[in-house]
């Protein structure tokens, strides 16, 4: 099957079958389908779009183009949550030990970061001898004995969408939904999941930050993932503010571990995790419903059985066998950690959240481009929600940061990124939930 015509059928806006799909995800893994041919085809799908049956069928290519992972051994289903990406969203490190204490098992392919968003596998990379990246032995082993991994993805997995993925990026063809929704699902089917619940993000610290935009992608996430056989929930959730009141590596796993043990827990993030653990044990069947879910989910925190989990995750992949216990004496901190303070008396107003995710890059806490290293220990916590009543000269955020000039240009931008005045109309953690019927 020649690579240029099926170019040319999707140009034309033909639908294309499932063999056609599996001969150009053959051409983009084994290298028969040139660059040029690979953006070109790209460029077709982001301007005639796909149905999902057409998704489906790339997804399953890009899923076979490398390891599938095979949990059949396993007692209990295996399920996961994939977010869109935002700010303090350290949901991840909270969500995969719950939900392995309710007796499901989360082999978690996790991302870094790039652009504003933080990424798991780097808050994960601050914890001193955490292997992110282990090999397949090592993560069947924990998987099996803790009930959750959370781990990079490995270059067997999905090699197709790695390629694919490359291409688009400097092809302006990221933004297609059956692309974006076919890169995700790629890689969380070749993880051999039985369940997934998406957490897609709206608002200005969000990749899409209007509803209808975001509604689309997770129509599209879910109903593609139904077609290639796998059940998927997804949750809209709010990104006008950070979700932790923390934003950084280090400084996230320090909020993850106080959420973990109780000396601590953010409301926002504590809603949108127990609603995503929710409906992931309703999806796995082991709940009844979603607030049964969230029942055990509460349970499994309450009881102290998350954070053990958690424990020995990091323990089992090489970190601190008594990070849980003393998480301050293993994470790294700042040489200059100094407040923000309000200009003014009034109510945090607004959150130019985008902005905040990019005080951290500016501290050193994130990446310009995928080379660049990633200082653990700076950030920001503290952070003050939307409706906070402050005074003139009380503390908005605690910044973290190598050396004083860099804190100086953190404060800066902050001023900018958040905004003092009148009392704001109160948002929803929760927006809606779509299951793709």
């Known amino acids: 099957m020649l690579i240029s015509e099926i170019i040319r059928h999707k140009r034309d806006g033909a639908r294309l079958t499932q063999g056609e799909v599996e001969a150009m995800v053959a051409g983009i893994t084994d290298g028969s389908a040139g660059d040029d041919q690979v953006a070109a085809f790209a460029m077709a799908v982001y301007f005639k779009s796909m149905d999902a049956e057409e998704a489906a069928f790339l997804t399953l290519a890009m899923r076979d183009s490398g390891d599938v992972f095979d949990w059949s051994h396993l007692p209990g289903p295996v399920i996961d949550k994939h977010s869109t990406g935002g700010v303090g969203d350290n949901v991840s490190l909270l969500l995969a030990p719950i939900i392995a204490a309710c007796g499901g098992y989360v082999p978690m392919i ?36 803790v009930g959750c991994a959370i781990i990079g993805q490995t270059g067997d997995l999905a090699p197709a969408d790695k390629r694919f993925y490359a291409i688009r990026d400097v092809t302006a063809t990221v933004e297609s939904v059956p692309l974006i929704t076919a ?53 809209l959730t709010d990104m006008n503010q950070p979700l932790a009141s923390a934003a950084g590596n280090a400084v996230e796993v320090q909020n993850a571990v106080d959420f973990l043990t109780g000396s601590h827990r953010d409301a926002r993030l504590e809603q949108v995790t127990l609603s995503l653990c929710g409906e992931m044990l309703m999806i796995a069947k082991l709940a009844k419903d ?92 503290g952070l003050r929600g939307l409706g906070t009543n402050v005074k003139k000269g009380d503390t908005l955020a605690m910044i973290h940061a190598e050396n004083e000039a860099d804190a100086a240009r953190a404060e800066q931008m902050l001023l900018q990124a958040i905004q003092i005045g009148e009392a704001p109309a109160q948002t929803q953690a929760i927006i809606e939930t779509i299951t793709g019927a």
């Open 183 to 235: 890169s995700i699902l790629s890689k969380k089917l070749a993880a051999g999941l039985g369940g997934l619940v998406m957490d897609v993000k709206v608002g200005n610290g969000a990749f899409m930050d209007n509803l209808t935009d975001a509604r689309e992608l997770a129509i599209s996430l879910t109903r593609t993932a139904q077609a290639a056989g796998l059940p998927c929930h997804a949750l």
């Open 110 to 145: 996790s991302g870094r970061g790039l652009g504003h968003t933080g990424g798991t596998l780097d808050k994960m990379d601050a914890i001193p001898g955490y292997t992110s990246q282990p090999d397949k032995a090592l993560l069947g082993r924990v998987v099996e004995q």
């Open 290 to 381: 979603r607030a049964d879910g969230e029942r055990k989910s509460r349970n499994a925190l309450q009881s102290g059985a998350a954070a053990e989990r958690f424990g020995r995750m990091v323990a089992a992949l090489g970190g601190p066998a008594d990070l849980v216990e003393h998480p301050r004496k293993y994470l790294a901190s700042a040489p200059v950690i100094r407040p923000f303070v309000a200009p003014k008396t009034g109510f945090v107003a607004d959150y130019a959240t985008r902005s905040v995710g990019l005080v951290v890059v500016e501290l050193g806490g994130g990446r310009r481009k995928a080379s660049d290293m990633i200082d653990p220990a700076v950030g920001l916590t």
